[in-house]
Nanobody, 124 residues
Framework: EVELAESGGGSVQAGGSLRLSCAFS???????IGWFRQAPGQEREGVSC????????YYAASVKGRFTISIDNAKNTMYLQMSSLKPEDTAVYYC??????????????????WGQGTQVTVSS
């Protein structure tokens, strides 16, 4: 069973940076893992995906160039480095497990399992 646990959320002023972490376990072989977020009153939105099948990284247009996904396999931890944060980045951020082979990474949809979420608040 895949387990995901986020940490690192908090409050920051616009233009600032935060790094989220996701400790993961339960994968056998390759995997596709990433981040979703949900802002108040809005639907959940795919943010980023990393596919270990081919090493590719995918980003939503709204965060591309500002957010960076990375993996430390020695620590079984995924990170989301968020820079140039905007108030519209305020949301609960979830670590997610995407379907096998990274098939849903390009479209950032249909995650299979979720962490508990961590709050990110960006003030103007």
């Amino acid at each position: 069973e895949v387990e995901l646990a986020e940490s690192g959320g908090g409050s920051v002023q616009a233009g600032g940076s935060l790094r989220l972490s996701c400790a993961f376990s339960g994968f056998i072989g390759d995997y596709a893992i990433g981040w979703f977020r949900q802002a108040p009153g809005q639907e959940r939105e795919g943010v980023s995906c990393f596919s270990s099948y081919d090493g590719e990284k995918y980003y939503a247009a709204s965060v591309k160039g500002r957010f960076t996904i990375s993996i430390d396999n020695a620590k079984n931890t995924m990170y989301l480095q968020m820079s140039s944060l905007k108030p519209e980045d305020t949301a609960v951020y979830y670590c997610v497990n995407f379907p096998p082979y990274g098939s849903r990474c390009p479209t950032l949809d249909n995650p299979r399992s979720w962490g508990q979420g961590t709050q990110v608040t960006v003030s103007s």
